[in-house]
């Protein structure tokens, strides 16, 4: 499923990240950017070394912002590493720190020139954001994103499971609606 926004568009996957074509793929990282489980893990053991090894040099990243390293050994260029809040309530500055880590992710993107990414659900697995709730910050930012910024032409989003996808769907069916 997709939408068209200008020249660009957001596309919905079913898939793994690792192995996305796109510039860029963006990791749910931590905060240590030092590698995990889920997403984070994933693309560290698919990217190698030299991934990990940036991410030290840079030190860590705070909740809501973004950094950027090497794509290693995936098909990707880069890695964007977006750290997603942990959730507690939803009234915990929880949306304003999700959208911003797309934002910041979005950011990094066009600083390099770059003319595709492919994100994740940032925050929805261990992080324990409600997906329907996380789907709906995602795609709104991306979307009002696109539209300034006419420069990146896709952003996947790519989602491991079937139930994400339609919630995902949902979420995006719903933007359209309201475009």
């Given at each position: 499923?997709?939408?068209?926004?200008?020249?660009?568009?957001?596309?919905?996957?079913?898939?793994?990240?690792?192995?996305?074509?796109?510039?860029?793929?963006?990791?749910?990282?931590?905060?240590?950017?030092?590698?995990?489980?889920?997403?984070?893990?994933?693309?560290?053991?698919?990217?190698?070394?030299?991934?990990?090894?940036?991410?030290?040099?840079?030190?860590g990243?705070?909740?809501?912002?973004?950094?950027?390293?090497?794509?290693?050994?995936?098909?990707?260029?880069?890695?964007?590493?977006?750290?997603?809040?942990?959730?507690?309530?939803?009234?915990?500055?929880?949306?304003?720190?999700?959208?911003?880590?797309?934002?910041?992710?979005?950011?990094l993107?066009?600083?390099?020139?770059?003319?595709?990414?492919?994100?994740?659900?940032i925050?929805?697995?261990?992080?324990?954001?409600p997906?329907?709730?996380?789907?709906?910050?995602?795609?709104?930012?991306?979307?009002?994103?696109?539209?300034?910024?006419?420069?990146?032409?896709?952003?996947?989003?790519v989602?491991?499971?079937?139930?994400?996808?339609?919630?995902?769907?949902?979420?995006?069916?719903?933007?359209?609606?309201?475009?």
């Amino acid at each position: 499923m997709e939408m068209r926004i200008g020249g660009s568009r957001i596309e919905l996957v079913l898939g793994d990240i690792t192995q996305q074509d796109t510039d860029a793929i963006v990791n749910a990282a931590n905060l240590s950017l030092l590698g995990g489980g889920g997403v984070d893990g994933a693309i560290h053991r698919a990217g190698g070394p030299q991934i990990l090894a940036e991410c030290r040099r840079i030190g860590g990243c705070a909740a809501g912002d973004a950094r950027i390293t090497t794509g290693g050994l995936l098909k990707a260029r880069h890695v964007i590493h977006a750290v997603g809040p942990i959730y507690r309530d939803g009234r915990s500055g929880e949306p304003e720190l999700l959208a911003s880590a797309y934002q910041r992710s979005l950011e990094l993107a066009s600083r390099f020139k770059l003319r595709s990414v492919a994100f994740p659900a940032i925050s929805t697995g261990a992080y324990g954001y409600p997906v329907r709730e996380a789907a709906e910050i995602a795609l709104r930012t991306i979307a009002a994103y696109l539209r300034e910024h006419p420069e990146i032409e896709l952003v996947r989003v790519v989602l491991f499971g079937p139930r994400a996808y339609e919630i995902h769907a949902d979420a995006l069916r719903k933007l359209q609606g309201a475009a």
